[in-house]
């Protein structure tokens, strides 16, 4: 059965999950020629699904996958440490010379340095 808002989607998705987690499977479609993605969430005996044309959805989405794929790695949110009222000393910074250094320094924009090499261009004829 289609669900057309959001928020009912997302609550029968999360409470479909927590219900049964061991059956359930969750499948994303895009039909990239209609611009249409489908969402349905599935425990064998309940099927729910979610349409829409509507690039809005995007990231509602996206939090969506990621509260699922939490709940599927049985992880819970990482909050930051509340702030203190004594502000803490920070720490003194280590001159380069003195820190041991094992790695081989590489310039920015090369593989080593996480970037990309790129191909050079070819002569026109």
Known sequence: MYIHAWQDYQDAAEALYA??????RYCVK???AEGKL????????TC???????????????ALNLSLMEKMQNRQKVEPPAPEDEPMSAPS???AAAAPSSAVPSAP???AAGG??????????
């Open 19 to 24: 219900k049964s987690p061991t059956t359930t």
């Open 30 to 32: 895009w039909k990239a």
């Open 38 to 45: 489908v969402l349905k969430i599935t425990d064998n005996t």
């Open 48 to 62: 729910i699904k979610f349409k829409t044309y509507s690039s809005i959805f995007l990231n509602r989405f996206e």
């Open 93 to 95: 910074p280590v001159p």
């Open 109 to 111: 924009g090369t593989p």
């Open 116 to 125: 990309v090499k790129k191909k050079p261009k070819k002569k026109k004829k």
